[in-house]
């Protein structure tokens, strides 16, 4: 256990739907990180919360939304879903808001649109 | 866009052998870190070496850096069964202007007992 827990572990949804994916960072880190996982793109960097306010954005449809609650839980909501969002979602907590020490990553939510 | 692309993309070795993966990136950096994730599941940090570092070790691990090349190396001597798994390099992104790391495409090694 790393200490990220990520929920769902597994998620199936229908093309059009709208999920909602939840991420607690390791106890004390502030910063959170959300990642897709595709066999084609590999590991993509979504966006970064740090203490409850976005830092920094990476490759986030705009169909995709995410936010920091005061408890420091992250949650990630992706709408409109086409087939292609099918994919490994990563959430990862570190201490600092850069990353100047390793990320701590959760398991994973495994997103499969049908 | 990648900063920092694995190579080789993929390797087999024989238990006991050493593997070493290489990575390259494009712009400064403050530091680089290497990352294992096995097959499906969340990845594990490694080791993290700063530029102002040329070498590191943590035990079967050694990484170098060479910031005037752009490159760095990760070698797992004495390989095992258990070592199988993709090896990610990731690098702070813009030499640390933005808060995230920038992951590589991996190199899946597999290591045959």
């Known amino acids: 256990d790393s200490g990220v827990t990520q929920t769902p572990k597994h998620l199936i949804t229908a093309t059009g739907q709208r999920v909602t994916l939840r991420c607690s960072p390791r106890?004390?880190?502030?910063?959170v990180y959300w990642y897709q996982q595709s066999l084609d793109q590999g590991l993509q960097f979504l966006i970064q919360y740090y203490n409850g306010e976005e830092r920094a954005k990476g490759n986030i449809l705009e169909r995709f939304s995410a936010q920091q609650f005061p408890d420091l839980h992250s949650e990630l909501n992706l709408s409109s879903l086409e087939l292609g969002d099918s994919a490994l979602y990563f959430c990862?907590?570190?201490?600092?808001?850069?990353?100047?020490?390793?990320?701590?990553f959760g398991s994973g939510t495994r997103l499969t649109v049908v | 866009s990648q900063q920092g692309e694995e190579d080789p993309q993929a390797l087999s070795i024989q238990e006991g052998e050493n593997a070493t993966m290489n990575c390259s990136y494009k712009t400064s950096i403050n530091n680089l870190q290497w990352y294992r994730q096995n097959s499906g599941r969340g990845l594990v940090h490694l080791i993290l070496i700063r530029s102002n570092e040329r070498e590191k070790h943590s035990g079967r691990l050694r990484v170098t850096l060479d910031t005037s090349k752009k490159s760095s190396s990760l070698l797992i001597t004495a390989s095992r069964a258990a070592d199988t798994a993709s090896y990610f390099c990731a690098t702070d992104a813009y030499g640390g202007s933005q808060g995230n790391l920038i992951f590589g495409k991996g190199t899946k090694l597999s290591v045959k007992p």
């Open positions: 990862a907590s570190s201490v600092e808001g850069a990353p100047v020490y390793g990320y701590t």
């Open positions: 106890s004390g880190d502030l910063s």
